[in-house]
């Protein structure tokens, strides 16, 4: 198995573009996840303020855009998704995850976090519009994004 929580077993495209090399940790129902800040350039293609994850692993990154206060939020989000069957590509598992991270967010943040997110899931809609290749995941961020609109006009 492994051990996810040392950076040298990390992909080198991660670890060579960290821009802090310490890995960062966020405690989950009891459960210690790593993961690594990368410079906000390393991935061009990405969305700004861009997470992901390798694939088929739990090597999670995020992008040094993301305020720092905001990081574990959405690294919660990725490892609830990525822990359901199916992880991303499995209906309805990111709305499950928003629900998750939504429960997580200190009321202290809550009105500067939320547009932020928002705006973030708009991205992420505009990156995988027309990208037939991943349908469902383009499917699943819309249903976020629509969600997250309508909880910031309730809030308003």
């Known amino acids: 198995m492994t051990d996810y929580?040392?950076?040298?077993?990390?992909?080198?495209?991660?670890?060579?573009n960290m821009s802090d090399k310490e890995l960062k940790f966020?405690?989950?129902?009891?459960?210690?996840?790593?993961y690594a800040i990368v410079c906000e350039g390393a991935f061009p293609q990405a969305p700004k303020g861009f997470i992901g994850c390798h694939p088929n692993t739990q090597f999670f990154f995020i992008s040094d855009e993301v305020p720092e206060r905001f990081r574990d939020l959405f690294v919660a989000h990725?490892?609830?998704?990525?822990?359901?069957?199916?992880?991303?590509?499995?209906?309805?598992?990111?709305?499950?995850?928003l629900f998750y991270e939504l429960s997580l967010i200190p009321e202290n943040i809550r009105k500067e976090y939320l547009?932020?997110?928002?705006?973030?899931?708009?991205?992420m809609v505009a990156f995988y519009e027309?990208?037939?290749?991943?349908?469902?995941?383009?499917?699943?961020?819309?249903?976020?994004?629509?969600?997250?609109?309508?909880?910031?006009?309730?809030?308003?």
């Not at 990725?78 to 995850?97: F, H, M, R």
Request: with cysteine; proline share 4%; net charge positive.
């Open 78 to 97: 990725e490892v609830y998704e990525y822990a359901l069957e199916g992880g991303p590509d499995g209906k309805g598992n990111c709305l499950k995850a």
């Open 26 to 34: 966020v405690r989950l129902n009891g459960e210690l996840h790593s």
């Open 130 to 156: 027309g990208n037939d290749e991943f349908y469902t995941r383009r499917n699943n961020i819309r249903e976020s994004f629509k969600y997250l609109k309508s909880i910031e006009a309730s809030d308003g």
């Open 5 to 16: 929580t040392n950076a040298k077993n990390w992909p080198a495209y991660v670890t060579n």
């Open 115 to 123: 547009p932020y997110r928002r705006d973030f899931f708009a991205r």
